[in-house]
Nanobody, 122 residues
Framework: QVQLVESGGGLVRPGGSLRLSCVAS????????MSWYRQAPGKERELVAA????????KYADSVKGRFTISRDNAKNTVYLQMNSLKPDDTAVYYC???????????????WGQGTQVTVSS
């Protein structure tokens, strides 16, 4: 059974930092494409940061470039999102996503975590 468990969200003042973690299980983490998305109230879910290839290349939303960093530890089956210089516009529920090849189903699977709330407010 696939599980993605996010943690690390909370309330932070503008300019502050948080580090989100997502612990994965149920699939081969090292070969999965891992991403972070977010969804603010009344808005669509949007991509924040992602690993886009097995070589570790990354991409970021323009709104977070230079402030957020995605990283992973394959030994711990964990992907991180370091968020610095946080702004009120970063307030959202943050979700971890995994895309991975299912040998059993012979297809690419996409799974989501339950989300973690990040609130940036003074």
């Amino acid at each position: 059974q696939v599980q993605l468990v996010e943690s690390g969200g909370g309330l932070v003042r503008p300019g502050g930092s948080l580090r989100l973690s997502c612990v994965a299980s149920g699939f081969t983490f090292s070969s999965a494409a891992m991403s972070w998305y977010r969804q603010a109230p009344g808005k669509e879910r949007e991509l924040v940061a992602a690993f886009i290839s097995g070589a570790g290349s990354t991409k970021y939303a323009d709104s977070v470039k230079g402030r957020f960093t995605i990283s992973r530890d394959n030994a711990k089956n964990t992907v991180y999102l370091q968020m610095n210089s946080l702004k009120p516009d970063d307030t959202a529920v943050y979700y971890c996503n995994a895309e991975w090849w299912s040998v059993v189903a012979a297809e690419i699977r996409s799974d989501w975590g339950q989300g973690t709330q990040v609130t940036v407010s003074s």
